[in-house]
């Protein structure tokens, strides 16, 4: 028995280890997530192939002894049997109408599959909030500091909200290049149990975004956790963005406005920003050589002045224990807080003469760029885009089309769809040509095993009908295509491959046994024998489906940080195992009658017969 299954049960176990190589292959976000569960189950099934033919078979002599109750004679194999053989008989005597519901059945997942989104990970509830909300450029500290009190008690009178910290403008480090247009409020939420009854992240969102509505202020709400991670990638922190690029920075910035208005008619849009570049407003303080130097002035004298009345100087240092604070001194606030008092500003030159700076210097407002970004050695103006109710890939599909059709880009300018997007679709090019060379591999191992390539084709072919029910659960759930769900589809292609090349076994075996009578090779002795075989298999191919499945359902059903990934990698297996079960008991061995009653005729006029 052992000589029998084990090679292909090893094959088996072999081509769901080789299936899971897309997923070593993916790299950045997506690899560091799913590459510890593709090293698991690779190190388990490896580990598995090689005790199916070592240890197993001698464990088998040792446990498998004295009264055993036939399988013929077990309560639950008789049920089964009873249910499934009257199936099978009928579908061995409608061969092709068998097929035909079999092609319709899979007909039947075109309509869903056109209708389920795609998405790079489901966006996961990290149990707290962030609101990151951008105003225009030339803000000043105090109307930020106004409206970041207004938005942070606007934010507290929700009830669920535990906590409200906000921040505006960067640190004194590198790692955190926010301006001063871009707030970060981090939202501490309190536990589920304490929430309205029936309220979700998503309607508290939503409430949120009803409540925290202020003039010049383009909201955004999105998790603390992934955003950082988000924007230390591209740069973007909504779900999409558009990064502008090209030569004039105030044409980048007419780009984007544009963008603005056409973007807000998209359905999915919940708001839109573009970062007006050339919007910065700047206090230039022009030097007159000459009349400073009639002062005994140079320009480094007059710089120096202004930066240590207006920015400070440090001039000690006060020691409190381990602590070091400077200590700085500059004019006071209403020296300095308009270029009209700036003009104004007290100058002692050299020889002791007080002057004022308007005397050496002109003061005034001159627009710039609010900052300057580059990538790829050209100007940059970036779009933010956050959307509610549709997924990250229709949406960009759709806005792409309308975006193309309405906006006009002058020569040299160009836009790059950034953000999610730009993952998933580094993704999909990646396991573009990774999927189809481990199928190519998976035929060559399944070859390997049968050397026939006609099995060969028998498996792959009706490998699709396994992944309808995967289709229609993730439809009836309203998942949308992720990675996740890319690698739930990956490891149910492996298990319906190991279960359909175990049925093959099963009906070849019933074919040699039928060869060993050449006179008895007719269509009725053929239907018999393939309907012997397949019944062998119920049991077997029932308790694979029924433990995967119940060892899913509670990552299917579970709750909590995480579970959004986790229920999108179950989805696929759980619906997938059930049309893997109609595929393996059904389909399969159809396939295999009416493969090898095309062979009869050969074989009857054959002068001998040879085993194979």
Not at 178 to 189: D, G, H, N, V
Not at 382 to 397: F, K
Not at 535 to 547: D, I, K, N, Y
């Amino acid at each position: 028995s052992a000589a029998e299954v084990g090679p292909a049960l090893f094959f088996s176990l072999l081509i769901i280890t080789v299936s899971f190589m897309p997923v070593f292959t993916l790299e950045a976000q997506e690899g560091r997530m799913f590459a510890p569960l593709a090293y698991t189950k690779t190190y388990a099934m490896a580990a598995a192939a090689i005790l199916a033919i070592t240890l197993v078979p001698v464990l088998m002599g040792y446990f498998i002894r004295g009264r055993i109750l036939p399988e013929q004679r077990n309560p639950l194999n008789r049920v089964l049997v009873c249910a499934y053989m009257p199936v099978l008989a009928r579908a061995l005597r409608y061969p092709k109408i068998t097929l035909l519901l079999a092609g319709l059945l899979l007909l039947s997942a075109l309509w869903p599959m056109q209708r389920i989104g795609s998405e790079f990970i489901p966006p996961l509830d990290e149990g707290d909030l962030m609101y990151m909300p951008t105003t225009y450029p030339g803000i000043s500290i105090g109307k930020a500091r106004e409206l970041l009190q207004q938005t942070d008690k606007l934010i507290r009178t929700v009830p669920e909200v535990q906590s409200v910290f906000g921040k505006m403008g960067r640190a004194d480090t590198a790692t955190d290049p926010a301006p001063l247009t871009m707030m970060e409020t981090f939202i501490q939420l309190k536990p589920r149990s304490e929430w309205r009854e029936g309220l979700t992240t998503a309607s508290l969102t939503k409430e949120l975004d009803t409540l925290v509505k202020l003039p010049g202020i383009t909201n955004a709400w999105v998790m603390p956790i992934k955003t950082r991670i988000d924007m230390l990638a591209t740069g973007i922190k909504t779900p999409v963005g558009i990064k502008i690029a090209g030569p004039e920075l105030q044409t980048i910035q007419h780009i984007g406005q544009q963008l603005e208005t056409i973007l807000a008619a998209v359905p999915g849009t919940a708001s839109v920003y573009s970062e007006r570049v050339a919007g910065g407003r700047y206090i230039k303080v022009d030097i007159d050589r000459e009349r400073a130097a009639r002062f005994g002035l140079n320009i480094a004298d007059v710089q120096q002045i202004v930066a240590s009345a207006v920015g400070g100087l440090d001039v000690a240092k006060t020691v409190e224990g381990r602590e070091r604070y400077p200590v700085n001194i500059r004019y006071p606030q209403s020296y300095r807080n308009s270029p009209e008092q700036l003009v104004l500003l007290p100058v002692i030159t050299p020889s002791g003469q007080r002057i004022a700076l308007g005397d050496v210097a002109s003061v005034y407002l001159e627009d710039g760029p609010a900052g300057i970004k580059s990538e790829n050695a050209r100007l940059n103006g970036w779009s933010y885009v956050d959307i509610e109710n549709v997924d990250v890939g229709s949406y960009v599909a759709n806005a792409r089309a309308v975006v193309a059709e309405q906006l006009e880009l002058p020569p040299g300018y160009s836009l790059v769809w950034s953000g999610q997007y730009e993952y998933m679709e580094r993704a999909k090019a990646r396991l573009a040509y990774v999927v189809p060379l481990t199928l190519a591999i998976i035929v060559i191992l399944l070859y390997l095993n049968f050397r026939n390539f006609s099995q060969v084709l028998i498996l792959m072919g009706a490998l699709p009908l396994a992944l309808v029910g995967s289709v229609w659960l993730m439809y009836l759930l309203d998942y949308s295509y992720s990675i996740a769900v890319g690698v739930g589809m990956i490891a149910l292609a492996g298990v319906a491959v190991e279960t359909g090349v175990i049925m093959l076994v099963y009906l070849d075996q019933a074919w040699q046994r039928l060869l060993a009578d050449r006179g008895e090779l007719t269509v009725e002795n053929l239907e018999h024998a393939v309907w012997q075989g397949a019944g062998l298999r119920v049991r077997p191919v029932l308790m694979t489906a029924t433990a995967t499945i119940v060892g899913l359902l509670p990552i299917l059903w579970g709750s909590g940080t995480g579970s959004e990934v986790m229920s999108r990698l179950a989805a696929p297996m759980v619906g997938g195992m059930l049309s893997a079960v109609l595929l393996t008991l059904l389909v399969l061995p159809v396939i295999y009658l009416l493969w090898r009653k095309g062979q009869l005729p050969s074989l009857l006029n054959a002068p001998t017969v040879e085993l194979h």
